[in-house]
């Protein structure tokens, strides 16, 4: 298995795995490994995205590399793990490609969609929300699950936010490039946003007083405050749907399609759900959702 990252991503690492707690990252050790039993008898018609990548025995996949439980660098292993690294090597299997011929490149926010576009990655698994934005420029196989955005604040919650409408005059942190922070300028425009390539860096604002309140996804909020339960709580009241997809090319219907059929069968199987169980769930305490429907525009 190869890893390629994006430029700040050693630095970005201390900055995640300061947040983490050793618990977080016991479940990261223990979730290597994968769920999926590669597919060796699988054939494709000539000139599609299955063939091309079934022939090579290689896929890439753009992930992220600090959100536990979804997408962590385990710093033992130097390989990333969570529910989003499993979900790409369901893919990966029915394709024919084992997991350890998976090359995984960091994709933060504001770099999937030009990484999918430019040829750099195959495909992205990255708590990708789909939205009609992002919909011009490249396509989503999925939906895999829904998330809802919430808001991460200090232990005790001293500034007493119960829901977005009380960010207005206070600092809140997210990633730029997201839907939550684009949902923030837009209906929000009196809270003062702060934003950064990735979500570790927003906790240590958090965490020295720098800003009042983090805002994103709830999973990857739950996993952040898991990694450092003494000095985060969830709001926990989402106030968005945010259906996770798997960004690839704009036009390769087949590919999408095929991914889709993947999903679906992964939901039937139960693979979706051991993966959960596995990854997110470890870190969220939380038995598997009833999974998404598949959405096949």
Known sequence: MRITRYAATLAVLGLALAGC??????QAAESSGSTAA???EVQFDAGT???RLNEAGAITIGTKFDQPGFGLLNPRTQEPEGFDVEI???VAAKLGIDADKITWTETVSANREPFIQNGQVDIVVA???INDTRKQVVDFAGPYYEAGQDIMV?????????????????TVCSVEGSTPAQNIRDNYPQAQLTTYDVYSKCADDLRNGNV?????????LTGLVAGSPDAFEL?????????YGIGLKKGDDQFRSFINDVLEESFQDGAWAEAWDRTAGKITGTEAPEPPKVNRY
């Open 21 to 26: 707690s050793s618990e977080a990252g016991n």
């Open 212 to 220: 009042q309140a983090v805002t994103t996804d709830n999973v990857i």
């Open 38 to 40: 590669v597919d060796t």
């Open 88 to 90: 790409g090597k369901l």
């Open 154 to 170: 200090a232990k005790g919650n001293p500034e007493n936010i119960a829901g977005p409408d009380d960010l207005a005059g206070k």
């Open 49 to 51: 995205t299955m063939a």
């Open 235 to 243: 709001v926990g009241k989402p106030f968005t749907k945010e259906p």
């Open 127 to 129: 708590t990708y929300t």
